[in-house]
């Protein structure tokens, strides 16, 4: 039984694994594709790459799809699609991405990634965008994740479920992006809880602690893609210097303005990296 908001994944008893599967076999049906290879969430930034990666074979709203939310912010796309890449992999991108500052939970932000693994892709991209803490990233820039620090005090583990996270932004595959485009600088992902942006001191600390990156999403993501046993890959485009980094104040139409500006150009390093996976 789903609560007043219709969500499955809203009543506590269900099994979230359950309902990804749910989900995967609902993507089946609308894709005719009955198992996907690589699965591409897209982030603040991403989303033009879609377009060239490969031919897009079924594009269907999110919300068609068991357990997945209508999107809550402008520049995240609610679609998902189906791609047939030039050699031939499935890719399914989510275009759909659920943020843990909407308040649904922990289960509604991993479920595309708890889907993507049930329709057997076996590589998840992660994309976003974000703030950077070093200064040589320019916004515009893209970075590899190479490791994250989860500063949500939240996990999609539920229960004694030991997971280990050693290489979690698989090292083999942040070689093959940097085979592709060797000038990628890689750095730690910090997940703050948003949806404000931090204080520059909360920038300062996340410096100390070992981060170079601020963001809202993907190490919650990457946590729930280790458990069901995919290789992930993490890539950042800088939109913004983190605060305090840059002296003038954020704004969403910035972070807004240098994804289309970057766009082009991190579409086509997207589209080869999945294209040579
Ligand atoms: I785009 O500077 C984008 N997302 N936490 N901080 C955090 N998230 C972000 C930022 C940023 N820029």
Known sequence: MSDQTGNPLDDPAADPFAIAAQAASDIARITGVERHDIALTLGSGWGAAADIIGETTANFPATEVTGFSAPALEGHVGTLRSILTPRGKRVLVIGARTHFYEGHGVRRVVHSVRTAAATGAKTM?????????????????????????????????????????????????????????????????????????????????????????????????????????????????????????????????????????????????????????
């Open 125 to 277: 991209v992660l994309t976003n965008g974000a703030g950077g803490i070093k200064h040589t990233w320019k916004p515009g820039t893209p970075v590899l994740i190479s490791d994250h620090i989860n500063l949500t005090a939240a996990t999609p583990l539920e229960g004694a479920t030991f997971i280990d996270l050693t290489d979690l932004y698989s090292m083999r595959l942040r070689d093959l992006a940097r085979s592709i485009d060797p000038s990628l600088d890689e750095g730690v992902y910090c997940q703050f809880t948003g949806p404000q942006y931090e204080t520059p001191a909360e920038v300062q600390m996340a410096k100390a602690i070992g981060g170079h990156i601020v963001g809202m999403s993907t190490a919650l993501e990457a946590i729930a893609a280790r458990q069901a046993g995919m290789e992930i890959l993490g890539l950042t485009l800088v939109t913004n210097m983190a605060a305090g980094i840059q002296t003038t104040p954020l704004s969403h139409e910035e972070v807004m303005e240098a994804g289309r500006l970057a766009g082009p150009v991190i579409s086509s390093l997207l589209a080869r990296v999945i294209g040579a996976l």
